[in-house]
């Protein structure tokens, strides 16, 4: 019995199990003709083993001699001829009496891997459609929450507990005598941190789409017909930006 409680990995699976038990050679449950059998029964009798693993020998023992419950039409149902246009359905229950699915919790909107003895999910942020959780003020970083930078007038989340990157926050270029902040490897994007550009061959760093400046990545000039890279007040240097 305990090899079956280490190996149960489903409601079904454990259906399958007793019915083994009852009839030793019996066909594998994805054979069996479901019609033939009251599931909710079944289910009825195995729902509290799913919910405390610890009691699971004893439920099995209980169901394979409840004398209200008749195993006669599980076991006909398994070893029954499945007609061919049944063959390749699926177990015919669509939800298990306890689901195996992630749970989701109605304040969150979504699936979330909770702490078993936790009912709450993490605060998400004010911002309508952000679901990252809140840092202060109930809002993410990115939204306002959060320490902001130090400098007068920067409302960017600080990064390293002061400052944010522009103003020399965060982690900086392991290159000597660098001080820009690092992208990835150690190294800033000037000396090869971040993304590179897609195009076979350019080393330069990515801006945008996979693409460096040059070859069509980062904000483009906005005067129409020019195609170069924006600079400044969304203009390339050539339309004073």
Not at 190 to 202: N, Q
Request: aromatic share 4%; hydrophobic share 25%; proline share 4%.
């Amino acid at each position: 019995m305990q090899s079956i409680a280490n190996e149960r990995n489903s409601w079904t699976a454990l259906v399958e199990e007793v019915a083994l038990i009852e009839s030793p050679g019996t066909a594998s449950l994805a054979a069996c003709d479901h019609d033939m059998v009251n599931w909710e029964d079944v289910g009825s009798i195995f729902s509290d083993a799913l919910v405390d693993e610890a009691s699971i020998d004893q439920a099995i023992s209980t169901a394979t001699t409840n004398a209200d419950f008749d195993w006669t039409d599980l076991l006909q149902a398994f070893n029954a001829p499945v007609p061919l246009e049944t063959q390749s359905l699926v177990f015919a229950m669509t939800t298990p009496p306890h689901s195996t699915n992630p749970r989701t919790n109605s304040k969150c909107g979504k699936a979330t891997d909770l702490h078993p003895s936790s009912k709450k999910c993490p605060k998400k942020c004010s911002e309508p459609t952000c679901w990252n959780k809140i840092r202060s003020r109930g809002y993410c970083k990115m939204h306002g929450g959060g320490k902001r930078c130090l400098i007068p007038g920067c409302n960017t989340c600080s990064v390293g507990g002061y400052y944010c990157i522009k103003h020399g926050g965060g982690k900086k270029c392991s290159i000597n005598g660098c001080s820009n902040a690092i992208q990835s490897r150690g190294v800033c994007k000037a000396h090869g941190g971040g993304a590179r550009c897609t195009v076979a061959g350019c080393q330069k760093s990515s801006q945008g789409k996979g693409l460096c400046t040059s070859h069509g990545g980062g904000k483009r000039c906005e005067v129409s017909g020019c195609g170069k890279g924006a600079q400044t007040r969304g203009r390339c240097y050539a339309h004073c930006g």
